[in-house]
C-alpha cells in the first residue's frame, strides 16, 4: 500500500474553486469571432504534414505497430540527444500530468506547484488525493527556486509559463532538481520561444527530471493529442509501469515522428521568426492603444489587464459580445478578474480586438 502524501507547511492562500481551474480557453470561444482565447497556432496542421497524417488512414484497420513507437520515440531522442529511454510518448501533455499524479499518490509525495501557471498539473493532482502547496510568485513573476519548500518531492514548474508569458532561465530551473524529487516542467510551448537552447531542460541529464513537450500548439493537433516527455528514465518507467496496451494510435505517432523529423525543421524556425515577429508587433498595438500590457511577453500569448475603473467580468463579457474572445486570467492562481491572456494573432485580428477595445472602454453599445 502507497504512503499518504503529507502536507506541506505553510499558509494555502484562497484562491480558484475546483471548476475554476478546471476551465480552460476553448470554453470562451464565440461563434464567427476573432480567437484570442485559445493558444493553438493557426487553425490546422500544414499541408505536409496533413499529407503524412493522410497517408496513414489505411493503416488504421491494424493496431499501432512497435516500429511505429520505436520510430517515434526515436525522433523524440535525436532531437534532445538522449537514449530512447529517457523518452515516454504521450497523448498531448495533459496525459503526462495525468500520469505524474498516479505517481505522486502511489510514492506519496509532497507536491508544490508554481502559480499562476496551467492549472492541469493541480487538478490532476488534486483528483489523485494528493495534497497541493501553491507557490505564489508576485509580479513580474519570476522564478525563485528559495521560494519552493525544500521538503517538496515534487514540483511543477512552467517554462515559458502560461498564462504570464514569462521564460526562466535554464540554470534557474535546474535548481529545483535534486536527488530525491520529481521536477516536472512544463515546456508546452518552448519550441518557439527565442533562443531556446538557453531555456529548455529538454535533454539534460538531471536527477528526477520530467520535461513535458506539446505538439498541439505550434502544429494545430489540439484534436489528436500528441506530446511526450524527456527525462529520467526510472520516472518515466514508474509513469509507463501501469499504462494500456497500445496507449497511443497510428496518427499519433506517425504526428510525432513527422513533427520531430527533418521535413518539419525549416517550418518550425519560420513559427518561431512567426511568433516573435507577431508579438512584438501586437503588444506594440496594444501599448498604443492604451492598452496595460502586464510583463513583457516570450511566449506565443500576452498578459494584458482590463481598462482601470471598468468591472473586469462585464468587459470581458463585452468583447465577447463583440466577437472577441479572451481567456479569463481569475481561473488561475495568484491572478484575478482584471487578467486576460491573449494568444499572439496577426496585425488583422490584432486590429479587430482594438477597436472592440476601445469601443468598449469608451461605452459604445452600437
Known sequence: MSAAPGHLPGHQPDGPSWEALRHHGD???????????????????????????????????????????????????????????????LGGASEGFHLLADHAARRGLRAAVVHPSFTEPEVELRRAGVPVHRVILPPPYGLDPALVPEEADLVVVGNPTNPTSVLHARATVAALCRPGRVTVVDEAFCDVVYDESAHTLAGARLPGLVVLRSLTKTWALAGLRVGYAVGDPAVLADL?????????????????????????????????????????????????AGI???????????????????????????????????????????????????????????????????????????
Open 240 to 288: 509507463a509501469a501501469d499504462r494500456p496496451h497500445w496507449p497511443l494510435g497510428t496518427l499519433q505517432l506517425e504526428a510525432i515522428r513527422a513533427c520531430l523529423g527533418p521535413e518539419a525543421d525549416g517550418e518550425l524556425e519560420a513559427a518561431r521568426e512567426q511568433v516573435v515577429a507577431q508579438r512584438r508587433a501586437m503588444v506594440a498595438a496594444l501599448e498604443s
Open 27 to 89: 470554453a470562451e470561444l464565440v461563434p464567427g469571432g476573432v480567437n484570442f482565447a485559445v493558444n493553438v497556432r493557426g487553425d490546422g496542421p500544414p499541408t505536409w504534414l496533413r499529407e503524412r497524417l493522410a497517408d496513414r488512414l489505411g493503416d488504421l484497420g491494424r493496431y499501432p505497430t512497435a516500429e511505429d513507437r520505436d520510430a517515434a520515440a526515436a525522433a523524440v531522442a535525436a532531437r534532445h540527444g538522449v537514449d530512447p529511454d529517457a523518452v515516454l510518448l
Open 292 to 366: 496595460t500590457v502586464v510583463v513583457p511577453p516570450e511566449a506565443p500569448f500576452v498578459l494584458v489587464r482590463t481598462p482601470d475603473g471598468a468591472d473586469p467580468t462585464a468587459f470581458r463579457a463585452g468583447l465577447a459580445r463583440r466577437g472577441i474572445a479572451t481567456r479569463r486570467g481569475d481561473t488561475f492562481p495568484g491572478l484575478d478578474a482584471t487578467h486576460l491572456r491573449l494568444a499572439v494573432r496577426d496585425g488583422r485580428m490584432v486590429d479587430a480586438l482594438v477597436r472592440a477595445w476601445r469601443a468598449e472602454r469608451e461605452g459604445d453599445r452600437r
